[in-house]
T-cell receptor, first 119, second 117 residues
Framework: AQTVTQSQPEMSVQEAETVTLSCTYDTSESNYYLFWYKQPPSRQMILVIRQEAYKQQNATENRFSVNFQKAAKSFSLKISDSQLGDTAMYFCAFMKHAPKTEYGNKLVFGAGTILRVKS | DGGITQSPKYLFRKEGQNVTLSCEQNLNHDAMYWYRQDPGQGLRLIYYSQIVNDFQKGDIAEGYSVSREKKESFPLTVTSAQKNPTAFYLC????????????????FGAGSRLTVL
């Protein structure tokens, strides 16, 4: 079974600064996908960024980027130029590759990191 | 606009009662999921379904039941057998096996908060 660990329960950052959220995972799979989801105070889950394990290039989405280290099973999220609207719970999640013949596409989540952006 | 609608947003239950949480999607997604969220534990999978009239247990299915009679709907019943049902429940959907796994991004509803009195 896969597990996802987020070792930072809470973090804070000043507006306009950069912050990095950590995530490690454990799997014996070679082909999988990793995600970061954001849950603001409204509790609506929003996809932030996605990474395919077979791609060496780190994914980026505007101010959000990841540092994917497959050998170390690490998948950290970097938020640049932090904004007040980035205040949220951030979840790291894992999905193994599932052939269409299998029942798949389950997401396994970490416990989350609460990020507070201060003005 | 396409999306997922969960109802009710807040629900109170007396001990010993069954309650049903509604989840409806108009995204034409094949797959649907139910997650439970507790403080400090992230989201845990209760049940999921890849196709109508079929569903699978997740990691914490005990005390819950589901049905998938229509593609758009995936209601969750919290039975009296669930020992600690107070939690936040999230429904999600994804395109399903029509697409490769990596394209199966989950879209979430706004959630339902269940409190046992």
């Amino acid at each position: 079974a896969q597990t996802v660990t987020q070792s930072q329960p809470e973090m804070s950052v000043q507006e306009a600064e950069t912050v990095t959220l950590s995530c490690t995972y454990d799997t014996s799979e070679s082909n999988y996908y990793l995600f970061w989801y954001k849950q603001p105070p409204s509790r609506q889950m929003i996809l932030v960024i996605r990474q395919e394990a077979y791609k060496q290039q780190n994914a980026t989405e505007n101010r959000f980027s990841v540092n994917f280290q497959k050998a170390a099973k690490s998948f950290s999220l970097k938020i640049s130029d932090s904004q007040l609207g980035d205040t949220a719970m951030y979840f790291c999640a894992f999905m193994k590759h599932a052939p269409k013949t299998e029942y798949g596409n389950k997401l396994v989540f970490g416990a989350g990191t609460i990020l507070r952006v201060k003005s | 606009d396409g999306g997922i609608t969960q109802s009710p947003k807040y629900l109170f239950r007396k001990e010993g009662q069954n309650v049903t949480l509604s989840c409806e999607q108009n995204l034409n997604h094949d797959a649907m999921y139910w997650y439970r969220q507790d403080p400090g534990q992230g989201l845990r999978l209760i049940y999921y379904s890849q196709i109508v009239n079929d569903f699978q247990k997740g990691d914490i299915a005990e005390g819950y039941s589901v049905s998938r009679e229509k593609k758009e709907s995936f209601p969750l019943t919290v039975t009296s057998a669930q020992k600690n049902p107070t939690a936040f429940y999230l429904c999600a959907s994804s395109p399903g096996r029509r697409l490769p796994s990596g394209a199966n991004v989950l879209t979430f509803g706004a959630g339902s908060r269940l409190t046992v009195l």
